[in-house]
């Protein structure tokens, strides 16, 4: 395994490095302020489509599709280091277009879609002039094992009729949000693994509406995590992605490269928090000396290090795993890095708030928006307890002849 960065990777590293420096950090109080003012926390301010058009013309768009003749195709290894970049900015990954849920729509779309499919779904995602979410969770049933999906997609002659309740169906409430991945249940007398499909849903088809948006932690913000509603809704028949039946397949390819993606961003949020907690313990002062001085800071700091270049390294094992033998041969490393890339990240960042004081709950500093998101990455795309439990699962099977 050689995880070092190739001169590619160094390259675009750089050049992003370079944009967030220079057009996308200022840019975050100009897109405070344009929200503020239009008084609507999912409005799409001016400023970012400045940004994406920045990004373009900088050749920093699209990094995330692997090995694909669009974008910059690189592989999961390559692109691990630009992702974790994108964690220590909340614009950068919407302007560079390789945001969730998009990335994830755009790799199942760009492996299964039919011709149709891409012209009118995948083309205008890849270009930024639209966005997408993704519904599959349920109120009503533990939607963290996918064979509970409930809701229903049935064929009537050249259609199906969608009947879903759908939640935390995320950037569902953006104006720019034009159609959804959703998963439901086509054959309910099949196999649990065969039983369910996915169909590509426009906005505008009657039956469907955004019920109302759940604010995370209190927050309220971007595309929104939306309760969604699909009543009688009908859509051609074509719009099935894959084949019907193929959709728990289609959940567990989708969430390989996106897991990934989630783990690097963590990382670089806590590769932020670090440093932050590093720069404000050698400036304030308590007790007579600066708060570096103190042993409890000294572990604090040498704690956070260790753990992140553990987790880094861990990731980066299984981006390489998925470049060489795929997501199947990667299963195991990718439920480990979901759980300790979120674990860390959130320590590292709780430690940082701890030595901010007030200032590090405050919207001040970065540190309480970082904790509230690599919180949630602790649930979403399955929560840890189930990686925990696949990860279990395997290590006891050589075990299972010593069974009484
Ligand atoms: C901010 C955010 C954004 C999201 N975005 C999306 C989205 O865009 N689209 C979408 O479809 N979903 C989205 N989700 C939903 C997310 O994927 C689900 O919440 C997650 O899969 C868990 O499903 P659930 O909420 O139904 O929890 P449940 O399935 O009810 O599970 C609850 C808890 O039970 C425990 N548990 C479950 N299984 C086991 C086990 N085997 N062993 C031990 N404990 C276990 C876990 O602690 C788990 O957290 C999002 C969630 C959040 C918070």
Known sequence: ?????????EELRERLAAFIMERVDPAEAVYAQQVTESGDPHFHPPVMEELKAEAKARGLWN??????????????????PLCELMGRSPLVAEATNCSAPDTGNMELLHQFATPLQREQFLDPLLRGEIRSCFAMT?????????????????????????????WWTSGAASPRCKFAILMGVSDPDADPHRRHSMILVPFDTPGFRVVRTLPVFGHDAGGGHCETLWEDARVPAEYILGEEGGGFALAQARLGPGRIHHCMRAIGAAELALELLCTRSQQRVAFGKPLADQGVVQHDVAESRIEIEQARLLTMKAAWLMDTVG????????????????????????????????AGVSDDWPLAALWTYVRTVRIVDGPDDVHLMQIARRELRPYETFRT
């Open 327 to 358: 997501a199947k041969g990667a299963r195991f490393e990718i439920a480990a890095i979901k759980v300790v890339a979120a674990r860390v990240a959130g320590q590292v960042i709780d430690r940082a708030i701890q030595l901010f004081g007030g």
């Open 138 to 166: 349920e109120p009503w049933v533990a939607s963290s094992d996918a064979t509970n999906i409930a809701s229903r997609i049935e064929r009537d002659g050249d259609h199906y009729v969608i009947n879903a309740h759908k």
């Open 1 to 9: 395994m050689d995880f070092a960065p190739n001169s590619r990777t």
């Open 63 to 80: 990094l995330f599709l692997p090995e694909s003749e669009h974008g910059a195709g690189l592989t999961n290894l390559e692109y691990a």
